[in-house]
């Protein structure tokens, strides 16, 4: 019973039918990322997913969340929203496959001060285009709408992301060693790390979104800046089932090289990275220059152009540098295992191409 002259859910800032139209706007592009073990269906109270159906006969389930970070702020400033979802994506999917497992299922959350069915729309178009590209089904998320905690039509995202690997498959293998390889994988750019120093730079530089790109002259600044995370699974998954020569995988996210290269290898043990080896996109020197960020500062704050670092024993690195460019990779050998005390773990030789 609603009494006369009575405030409303919409009266406070969230719009229920606007939310309900949201669900049934994006059905199509959800039913898309359909895979064996999930229907891919949104709706219900949960998503479900069947392991058994997906070919898993004794499996490790293996789980990530993550975000944009504040990339987001950019999406949000130019109103170009049809790649951030892939940068959601994978940032979560890209943790699952260091640790060899294939990614299964994906849920987001969409939270903003007021929904703009338009915006969200386009967002989840990307995340379903992230998810169809790595293989996992979107199952289900979650839209908020919290004026008075976000600002307007501002809107943030978390992804999360369970994929399954078999037991004898589980990521970093025992037996890393002195001398094993690292070979890189190159990235498509900035990822969606250090997004904060990036917008400082770009304010210091006095350049707007939509003037062309110092170091991309064909997009503008906020497009080029935009450019998604790239999807590492398939072309990773397949090489370490072509080879079984893959002893560890390291996602360069923020903290570089120095800090993930040591999240997968064992105590006593470090890495040492010719950095001439990488030829870093043309973002990165804009960054430094305008900046004035030192090399050690764009290691530890950017991933400088190797967004995946594979370790490999020299005795298969050949068989799987071949599987990599069979999948269209551009594998860089990028330097090896070495004996490391405590505390500094990765060193370099050479100098970035900045």
Same mark, same amino acid.
């Given at each position: 019973?609603?009494?006369?002259?009575?405030?409303?859910?919409?009266?406070?800032?969230?719009?229920?039918?606007?939310?309900?139209?949201?669900?049934?706007?994006?059905?199509?592009?959800?039913?898309?990322?359909?895979?064996?073990?999930?229907?891919?269906?949104?709706?219900?109270?949960?998503?479900?997913?069947?392991?058994?159906?997906?070919?898993?006969?004794?499996?490790?389930?293996?789980?990530?969340?993550?975000?944009?970070?504040?990339?987001?702020?950019?999406?949000?400033?130019?109103?170009?929203?049809?790649?951030?979802?892939?940068?959601?994506?994978?940032?979560?999917?890209?943790?699952?496959?260091?640790?060899?497992?294939?990614?299964?299922?994906?849920?987001?959350?969409?939270?903003?001060?007021?929904?703009?069915?338009?915006?969200?729309?386009?967002?989840?178009?990307?995340?379903?285009?992230?998810?169809?590209?790595?293989?996992?089904?979107?199952?289900?998320?979650?839209?908020?709408?919290?004026?008075?905690?976000?600002?307007?039509?501002?809107?943030?995202?978390?992804?999360?992301?369970?994929?399954?690997?078999?037991?004898?498959?589980?990521?970093?293998?025992?037996?890393?060693?002195?001398?094993?390889?690292?070979?890189?994988?190159?990235?498509?750019?900035?990822?969606?790390?250090?997004?904060?120093?990036?917008?400082?730079?770009?304010?210091?530089? =006095?350049? &707007?979104?939509?003037?062309? *790109?110092?170091? #991309?002259? +064909?997009?503008? %600044?906020?497009? @080029? /800046?935009?450019?998604?995370?790239?999807?590492?699974?398939?072309?990773?998954?397949?090489?370490?089932?072509?080879?079984?020569?893959?002893?560890?995988?390291?996602?360069?996210?923020?903290?570089?090289?120095?800090?993930?290269?040591?999240?997968?290898?064992?105590?006593?043990?470090?890495?040492?990275?010719?950095?001439?080896?990488?030829?870093?996109?043309?973002?990165?020197?804009?960054?430094?220059?305008?900046?004035?960020?030192?090399?050690?500062?764009?290691?530890?704050?950017?991933?400088? =152009?190797? &967004?995946?670092?594979?370790? *490999?024993?020299? #005795?298969? +690195?050949?068989? %799987?540098?071949? @599987? /990599?460019?069979?999948?269209?990779?551009?594998?860089?050998?990028?330097?090896?295992?070495?004996?490391?005390?405590?505390?500094?773990?990765?060193?370099?030789?050479?100098?970035?191409?900045?």
């Amino acid at each position: 019973m609603t009494k006369k002259n009575g405030l409303t859910y919409a009266d406070a800032g969230v719009d229920i039918d606007a939310g309900n139209a949201l669900v049934e706007q994006i059905k199509p592009l959800v039913r898309a990322t359909r895979r064996r073990g999930a229907d891919a269906e949104i709706g219900g109270f949960g998503g479900l997913f069947d392991l058994k159906a997906a070919g898993f006969s004794d499996p490790i389930l293996v789980a990530a969340n993550d975000g944009v970070g504040t990339k987001v702020k950019i999406a949000i400033e130019t109103g170009i929203h049809e790649t951030i979802g892939i940068d959601l994506v994978a940032m979560c999917v890209n943790d699952l496959v260091v640790q060899g497992a294939e990614p299964l299922f994906f849920l987001d959350y969409y939270a903003t001060g007021r929904l703009d069915p338009q915006a969200a729309a386009q967002v989840i178009a990307g995340i379903a285009k992230g998810c169809i590209e790595a293989g996992a089904a979107l199952i289900g998320g979650e839209t908020a709408e919290m004026p008075g905690l976000y600002s307007g039509t501002d809107y943030d995202l978390a992804g999360f992301a369970v994929g399954a690997v078999e037991r004898g498959g589980l990521l970093p293998k025992s037996g890393v060693a002195p001398r094993d390889l690292l070979i890189g994988l190159r990235s498509s750019g900035l990822h969606s790390n250090g997004f904060s120093l990036v917008r400082r730079i770009v304010a210091k530089s =006095g350049l &707007g979104w939509g003037d062309p *790109a110092p170091f #991309e002259a +064909a997009k503008s %600044l906020g497009e @080029a /800046l935009l450019t998604p995370t790239r999807i590492y699974v398939k072309p990773v998954l397949r090489a370490i089932a072509a080879t079984e020569g893959v002893k560890a995988l390291a996602h360069i996210t923020g903290g570089g090289f120095p800090d993930n290269l040591p999240r997968v290898l064992p105590p006593g043990l470090g890495a040492r990275l010719d950095l001439a080896a990488i030829l870093a996109p043309a973002v990165f020197a804009w960054l430094a220059e305008t900046g004035g960020v030192g090399e050690t500062e764009m290691l530890r704050t950017f991933n400088c =152009g190797i &967004g995946m670092v594979l370790v *490999a024993s020299p #005795e298969s +690195a050949e068989a %799987l540098l071949r @599987a /990599l460019r069979d999948e269209g990779e551009d594998p860089v050998a990028l330097g090896e295992v070495i004996e490391a005390a405590e505390g500094l773990r990765v060193i370099y030789s050479g100098r970035l191409g900045l």
